[in-house]
């Protein structure tokens, strides 16, 4: 049977990942989680190549959260351990932490996924191929969610962008580090990057959003955070939500 709180990984904190303050950006959060998760999916050989060789499906992430506990500097190494939280029907929990060299933590974080069938892009949900990927569950580190349901109407339009070919993946939906490239750009405005360090940032994922699509990004601003909403085109239909706090 996986231990999986057996096992680490280093990850290393690249200038990339940094804005110019030198601060995490919701998109370098995103992208090394997703490395280091693919590495430890590869490790216990549940990893999306080989899903997608054998049986045609693949992970797919409904909701990301995390917070920073503490700074990261550029070049620091981190350690990173991630261990599944539980399942609820087809939907399994995962939990991420990153620490210092000293033991602290840096990272908090957890995920909400599903897997789904590739030939018609929807949720797996027989019991008998879902139990092959249960694993020994430990605690959950943080208060997470793996759905946000906004009212369009309380959000206001702050902006517009067309999805380019780059922003793609292997799963030929946008890549979720492009998710935090388009909050961030739209909390910055056409200044620089926002004062304060981020300290948590939600996001939930609802639809795909495809190459040559455009996607409006609604926000909406309250003293404890930023909400933006993105919808297909000129619909209500959501595509994405995320919460981003900063202190």
Request: proline share 5%; charged share 30%; with cysteine.
């Amino acid at each position: 049977m996986i231990d999986e709180k057996t096992m680490e990984y280093r990850a290393l904190v690249d200038t990339s990942m940094l804005n110019d303050r030198r601060d995490l950006q919701p998109s370098g959060l995103l992208r090394i989680m997703e490395t280091k998760l693919e590495e430890h999916l590869l490790a216990i050989e549940m990893d999306n190549p080989r899903l997608i060789r054998e049986d045609l499906s693949s992970w797919m992430y409904l909701s990301l959260t995390a917070e920073t506990e503490s700074a990261v500097e550029p070049g620091e190494i981190l350690t990173m351990q991630t261990w599944f939280s539980g399942r609820r029907g087809p939907i399994f929990r995962r939990e991420i932490e990153f620490r210092h060299a000293d033991g602290s933590r840096a990272v908090a974080a957890c995920c909400f996924s599903a897997l789904i069938d590739l030939k018609n892009r929807r949720i797996i949900r027989d019991l008998g191929y879902l139990n092959r990927f249960n694993l020994p569950a430990y605690e959950p580190i943080l208060a997470a969610e793996s759905r946000m349901t906004p009212n369009p109407a309380d959000y206001r339009e702050a902006g517009r962008r067309k999805v380019l070919p780059s922003w793609l993946d292997g799963l030929r939906h946008v890549n979720n580090a492009r998710y935090g490239d388009m909050v961030y750009d739209l909390l910055c405005g056409e200044g620089a990057s926002p004062e304060g360090r981020l300290k948590r940032l939600e996001f939930y994922f609802v639809g795909e959003l495809h190459c040559g699509e455009e996607v409006r990004l609604l926000r909406q601003d309250t003293p404890e955070c930023c909400s933006v909403l993105g919808v297909h085109g000129e619909t209500d239909t959501p595509a994405f939500s995320s919460r981003i706090f900063m202190e």
